[in-house]
């Protein structure tokens, strides 16, 4: 027998999909009321040609069975909250915690579908803000490198003489240098192999402004893994604001007034520690999921297996 009739068989027959309570609109939402708890995560996800999913969890459900609680096509605030006001409002209303990342459509969903639970932005979401605009800083001065080295060239071709690129002690040109830094900029100085570390030395030698926002990146690490409780972050975090503020470039700037609209929202993560962390885990599952079905082929059909496995 082909596997591929094994596999329609089992699909028609066996496995109970055409007998799905909701399959008639399983590709546009999946609701599991009996899944609620009272501290949820909200994210997004593609897993069909880019078609992007908002996706509610129970972090109690800790990516097993129970963990899902509705899947809706697309993310626009006013289509995902008509799916999900379709779940028990006393459920709803009894929704201690939402953790989200800073999307405004995000915190539009939590306020309307969860308006007694306190909203918590993902820490890890703040702090790979900051990685994002530390590394827009390195690719600046990577162009930068890349314009002078071309002028360079050209006027030693013009000159008719052979071009030799500057290096430094380790090796590295200028356009090297800072090609083969982004890596070490996301770790921790205790994590940098020998040659990130004697990278790492001349980069911050050359790029003073480099070295002073990774080390701001790494004090707000270090803020967030401290057990403060919210009143003692609240100043502590505000200190890094001032310090960031004070350099005065534009990518921090953006930065810092994008967490400034999200301030109570951040500190709120002082209160309990609660992250994204089950969210992104069970995205990481969906995608595992599709890689090893090679792809999505029926979406309906993958979702009654999601379901199976989550709900």
Request: hydrophobic letters at 35%; one cysteine or more.
């Amino acid at each position: 027998m082909k596997s591929s009739t094994l596999g329609n068989y089992y699909k028609e027959h066996l496995s109970g999909f055409r007998g799905w309570p909701q399959l008639s609109h399983a590709d546009e939402y999946l609701l599991f009321g009996d899944n609620m708890g009272e501290n949820l995560s909200i994210d997004e996800t593609a897993f069909s040609n880019g078609e992007l999913y908002t996706i509610v969890t129970n972090k109690d459900g800790h990516g097993k069975a129970g963990t899902l609680i509705a899947m809706v096509r697309g993310t626009k605030a006013e289509d995902v909250c008509r799916r999900l006001l379709r779940l028990p409002e006393g459920k709803r209303k009894r929704v201690r915690t939402v953790t989200l990342d800073m999307a405004g459509s995000m915190y539009r969903i939590a306020s309307r579908c969860f308006p007694n639970a306190q909203q918590v932005v993902d820490r890890f979401h703040v702090q790979k803000l900051m990685h994002e605009a530390l590394q827009e800083l390195r690719i600046k001065y990577r162009w930068e490198a890349l314009d002078r080295e071309n002028g360079k060239r050209k006027a030693a071709r013009l000159q008719k003489k052979a071009y030799v690129p500057e290096t430094f002690a380790n090796g590295d040109t200028p356009c090297q240098l800072l090609a083969r830094s982004r890596y070490l900029l996301f770790k921790n100085p205790n994590d940098w192999t020998e040659t990130q570390r004697a990278r790492a030395e001349v980069l911050f030698q050359e790029y003073a402004d480099i070295r002073t926002f990774y080390h701001l990146s790494l004090h707000l690490g270090q803020i967030y893994s401290t057990n403060y409780d919210k009143d003692v972050a609240r100043p502590k975090m505000a200190l890094w604001f001032n310090k960031v503020e004070e350099m005065k470039y534009p990518q921090f700037n953006t930065v810092i007034e994008t967490f400034k609209q999200h301030y109570e929202r951040i500190l709120n993560f002082f209160n309990q520690r609660l992250t994204n962390a089950s969210a992104e885990s069970f995205n990481a599952k969906l995608k595992s999921f599709r890689t090893t079905f090679r792809g999505v082929e029926d979406v309906k059909f993958f979702l009654y297996r999601v379901a199976q496995l989550y709900a």
